[in-house]
């Protein structure tokens, strides 16, 4: 799976943005796709997860602030990010695994064998 991510900027507190994941290569109702961010020094993080089944699911210090969701017909993913602050400033990066990782899995950046190139979000006033 080849994966185009794009979307990111610069955007003040409280403000939203949407990232998105083109993918390629293979259809998304047959891949696991997540969201993962990082900063300098830190590991890559979980941010969200659409399974091949349709669950979702997005990290604790993002729910009810970033919603998963897919175009079919566009073979994309989206990250739609509200009431960003400050310290989601990272670079973002989407993946993709084909079939559905179980739950235990979904959220370590190891399981996790295609990648897009990563966009920055910076929040910053």
């Known amino acids: 799976v080849q994966l185009q991510a794009s979307g990111g900027g610069l955007v003040q507190p409280g403000g939203s943005l949407r990232l998105s994941c083109a993918a390629s290569?293979?259809?998304?109702?047959?891949?696991?796709m997540a969201w993962f961010r990082q900063v300098p020094g830190k590991e890559r993080e979980f941010v969200a997860y659409?399974?091949?089944?349709?669950?979702?699911s997005v990290a604790d210090f993002v729910k009810g602030r970033f919603t998963i969701s897919k175009d079919n017909a566009k073979n994309t993913v989206y990250l739609q990010m509200n009431s960003l602050k400050p310290e989601d400033t990272a670079v973002y990066y989407c993946?993709?695994?084909?079939?559905?990782?179980?739950?235990?899995?979904?959220?370590?950046?190891?399981?996790?064998?295609?990648w897009g190139q990563g966009t920055q979000v910076t929040v910053s006033s």
């Open positions: 290569g293979r259809t998304l109702s047959t891949v696991t």
């Open positions: 659409r399974r091949s089944d349709g669950s979702t």
């Open positions: 993946a993709a695994e084909p079939g559905q990782l179980i739950i235990s899995r979904v959220r370590d950046a190891k399981n996790f064998g295609s």
